[in-house]
């Protein structure tokens, strides 16, 4: 299982939580997020993180020309907006994480549509008009639903220290993915939480 933390806007941060254990750093490069990063800070992170963590960029609604010129930096890049199969066809499986909100069993549909493909998704809780990051825990009763394709997702959605046993002992995911609980202020990580977090998750993994 790999663990994401995500929402990252400090070099420092990078490096700590690289060293902590995580297998993948998100950066968000969409400008309306209060954890927006332009692409030259991107790059510095990028430099300051173990060979062993992944960057993962999160963008919404970008073009294919700027989602090329991201992955030559960013390892892999989150597609967080309204960009359907044939959009995300144009990248490599290893490349892309197609991110979607689940609101309903309608949403389940679009989930399948993706891993069928062979693509990771990750499921985030739904919240009108936001993009993700929001804090909002995932329905449980739809991510039971979703059980049956957890080989190729990673959860997101309000994840916690205390809530992280209680969410895992529904399925055995890809990946999971945290951020805004385990912060100080949007962009500013809280190491020891994330230190905590990345402990249980081990534990809970073995």
């Given at each position: 299982m790999i663990i994401k933390i995500c929402g990252i806007t400090e070099e420092n941060q990078a490096k700590e939580i690289s060293q902590l254990g995580a297998d993948y750093i998100g950066v968000v490069l969409y400008q309306k997020s209060p954890r927006f990063i332009p692409l030259e800070k991107v790059k510095k992170i990028k430099n300051s993180i173990s060979d062993k963590t992944k960057l993962v960029a999160v963008v919404?609604?970008?073009s294919e020309e700027e989602i090329k010129e991201i992955l030559k930096?960013?390892?892999?890049?989150?597609?967080h907006g309204d960009e359907d199969i044939n959009f995300?066809?144009?990248f490599p499986k290893n490349k892309v994480i197609k991110a979607l909100r689940?609101?309903?069993?309608?949403?389940?549909?679009?989930?399948?549509?993706?891993?069928?493909?062979?693509?990771?998704?990750?499921v985030d809780a739904y919240k009108e008009g936001e993009y993700g990051g929001t804090g909002k825990r995932i329905n449980l009763e739809l991510l039971e639903k979703l059980k049956p394709f957890e080989k190729n997702i990673i959860?997101?959605?309000?994840?916690?220290?205390?809530?992280?046993?209680?969410?895992?002992?529904?399925?055995?995911?890809?990946?999971i993915d945290a951020s805004s609980k385990l912060e100080i202020k949007p962009?500013?990580?809280d190491i020891q939480k994330i230190k905590n977090f990345i402990k249980i998750a081990r534990e809970l993994q073995n």
């Open positions: 919404v609604n970008s930096i960013a390892d892999i890049v989150q597609l995300v066809k144009k689940i609101k309903d069993e309608e949403d389940i549909k679009k989930v399948e549509e993706f891993i069928k493909e062979g693509y990771i998704v990750l959860i997101s959605g309000g994840f916690s220290e205390e809530n992280i046993g209680e969410i895992l002992s529904i399925m055995k995911p890809f990946g962009g500013l990580k």
